[in-house]
Nanobody, 126 residues
Framework: QVQLVESGGGLLQAGGSLRLSCAASGRTFGSYVMGWFRQAPGREREFVAVISWSGSSTTYADSVKGRFSISRDNAKTMYLQMNSLKPEDTAVYYC????????????????????WGQGTQVTVSS
């Protein structure tokens, strides 16, 4: 079992940048495909980005492609660098381990997740 803790959320203006972190505990962190999801008020949780267990492959939702970048390091931390933020990026962001393999598609859903973090709020004002 992996425990996840997100940090780095905040309030900022449109066009700004923010980096989220996801700290993991547990000996098997390196063997998991990892992902970021987000949930805006009144909406379902949605896929944002995924990274392979090695960190060499990534896939993004169309809505964030070219603006967000997912990465991970050997210190059991995953990141989401978010640039050119828009008001529609406002949501609670969650990191998760995925119970499936890295496929290169953007079709991951919350049902693919195993462990979740508690979430971190990102609010982008216009």
């Amino acid at each position: 079992q992996v425990q996840l803790v997100e940090s780095g959320g905040g309030l900022l203006q449109a066009g700004g940048s923010l980096r989220l972190s996801c700290a993991a505990s547990g000996r098997t962190f390196g063997s998991y495909v990892m992902g970021w999801f987000r949930q805006a008020p009144g909406r379902e949780r949605e896929f944002v980005a995924v990274i392979s267990w090695s960190g060499s492959s990534t896939t993004y939702a169309d809505s964030v492609k070219g603006r967000f970048s997912i990465s991970r390091d050997n210190a059991k931390t995953m990141y989401l660098q978010m640039n050119s933020l828009k008001p529609e990026d406002t949501a609670v962001y969650y990191c998760a381990t995925l119970r499936t393999y890295y496929s290169g598609s953007a079709r991951y859903t919350p049902r693919d997740a195993g462990s979740w973090g508690q979430g971190t709020q990102v609010t982008v004002s216009s």
